[in-house]
Each structure stands twice: as C-alpha cells, then as structure tokens.
C-alpha cells in the first residue's frame, strides 16, 4: 500500500534547527517528484519546495535561502531542512508525491517554533 511519513516535527526554539524525513512505501520513489508543502493556521498550504527523480530543484519564493530539500533514493526519503527556524515557521508540513497526475500526500508533522 502506498504510504508516506513524515517525521522529526515537534516544539523547537527560535533559531533553532530542524530536519524533516518523509518516507515512502508502495511505489517507485525514484521516478516520483518528492516536495514540501506546509499549512500555517489559519492559511492557504504553501509550496516550499520540489526536488525532482534526479535532484533538481525548485524552491519557493517565501522560503529560499533558508530551507533545503535532498532525498535519498536508496532510502526512499526526501528531507527538508533549516538552521534559521523563525516563529512563522509554525505549521503542519507535508510531504508529497508526484508523477503527472498522480499525487500522493502523507498526512503532516506539526513543527511549533516558539520560546
């Protein structure tokens, strides 16, 4: 069956660092498009960043410079990253699966930045 998991989320600190993983199961992984997206309350999910079955990358515009997407094939996990965690940070984040038409969610980690 086809899974995807997201962990490492939790209550970090300002500043602090964070690396998300997100495993996937049930599918080929290395011809999917793996990305990041994350939902703050009371806001639209918002595209963080794609990396493509050879390690292309694409970023969005609110977070570049501060966050790095890299997967591991043989592992079948893409990770996301920052050193720079900001309160606004605050949000569930999701992995996702693409390929053409075919999109699979997992079902999010909370990340709380705060004091």
């Known amino acids: 069956q086809v899974q995807l998991v997201e962990s490492g989320g939790g209550l970090v600190q300002p500043g602090g660092s964070l690396r998300l993983s997100c495993t996937a199961s049930?599918?080929?992984?290395?011809?999917?498009?793996m990305s990041w997206y994350r939902q703050e309350p009371g806001q639209e999910r918002e595209f963080i960043a794609e990396?493509?079955?050879?390690?292309?990358?694409t970023y969005g515009d609110s977070v570049k410079g501060r966050f790095t997407i890299s997967r591991d094939n043989d592992k079948n996990t893409v990770f996301l990253e920052t050193d720079t965690l900001k309160p606004e940070d605050t949000a569930i984040y999701y992995c996702k699966a693409r390929l053409w038409g075919t999109n699979y969610w997992g079902q999010g980690t909370q990340v709380t930045v705060s004091s």
């Open positions: 990396i493509s079955p050879y390690g292309f990358i």
């Open positions: 049930g599918f080929t992984f290395s011809s999917y498009f």
